[in-house]
């Protein structure tokens, strides 16, 4: 997620931003702050064979898209929320091997404005979209929005932690994301008062507590986009079961080993049985060979 809403900022300290919604900045601000690839950006190519293009109309009748992966034996109905740059065919590879490695039933699907939907982004919007999103996973596979595994990365993890802290979930997956928004933008933008200029929040901090289930959190400790103490900073004030995966030397965007995924593996396995969730720590290798993928 790379934050570039500095300028925006800047001119907020003349006074209007603290106007909120209706802030003249506002527009601007999300400008900055959404990075969307709108189709046919991106390599569209489906994830696996039986993928499904699937349209999904919000309350406000947007209509977004997404990619729907049903898996004959699942261990597990997800819901993945990607990042605030791309759209869906930057996960595409990750929505495979939840698929195929993992054994989920997946849908991942693209916020108003990115890929294939309609409308422009909001965190209101966004929001909406995601439950949405979630409402439709749920009545296409018999599920309750607490049996759901619900995963999301960078911006997406405040999407996802929104979703779960309201409305349950089944486990918690958490990559590469923040405590909130206001308070990365201070770590770029040190100088501004961003927590009183920002209107899109994101507050996963003031939210976690309201999920009281098992969390699964990984971020790397070379991260120049959401610092490491950041996602350190979430995830200490979780007080359900939880476990955090360091990762040395890897930036945001770098793919996830062969290690994690066993790691999160181990996690679903917890998930889908009735024995406790594994608390181990765990000291990964020096990543090789990262990719600039989004999870």
């Known amino acids: 997620m790379k934050l570039i809403i500095g300028a925006a900022l800047a001119v907020g300290v003349t006074g209007c931003a603290h106007m909120g919604a209706y802030s003249p900045l506002a527009p601007l601000e999300r400008k900055l702050v959404y990075q969307p690839w709108v189709y046919p950006s991106g390599d569209w190519t489906k994830p696996t064979a039986s993928t499904e293009d699937v349209w999904m109309t919000t ?4 209509k977004i898209h997404g990619w729907f992966i049903e898996h004959p034996e699942p261990r597990g109905v997800a819901l993945l ?3 605030n740059g791309g759209n869906i065919t930057a996960v595409r590879d990750s929505v495979r091997r939840l698929n195929t490695q993992h054994q989920l039933t ?3 699907f693209d916020y108003r404005g990115f890929g294939r939907s309609e409308g422009r982004p909001s965190e209101a919007g966004v929001m909406q979209d995601a439950r949405t999103a979630r409402d439709w996973l ?3 596979t ?3 929005p607490n049996e759901l595994l619900i995963m999301g990365y960078s911006l997406g993890g405040g999407v996802a932690v929104d979703l779960a802290a309201k409305d349950g979930a089944r486990g918690l997956v958490l990559w590469s994301t923040f405590s909130n928004l206001p308070e990365t933008a201070a770590y770029h933008y040190p100088l ?3 927590n009183l200029l920002m209107t899109q929040r994101y507050d996963s901090l003031s939210k976690i507590d309201d999920y009281p289930g098992p969390l699964l959190q990984s971020h790397g400790t070379k991260d120049r986009v959401i610092p490491y103490d950041l996602a350190q900073k979430l995830y200490a004030k979780h007080q359900g079961p939880k476990r955090f995966v360091t990762i040395p030397y890897a930036d945001h965007h770098d793919a996830d080993s062969d290690m994690y995924r066993q790691i999160l593996d181990d996690f679903i396995e917890d998930l889908s049985g009735s024995g406790p969730i594994r608390l181990t720590s765990w000291a990964p290798e020096e990543p090789r060979n990262r990719s600039a993928k989004q999870r």
């Open 192 to 194: 501004l008062p961003t």
């Open 106 to 108: 997946v849908l991942t």
């Open 142 to 144: 018999d599920t309750r």
């Open 59 to 62: 309350p406000d009748g947007t």
């Open 138 to 140: 749920c009545e296409r």
């Open 81 to 83: 929320c990607h990042g």
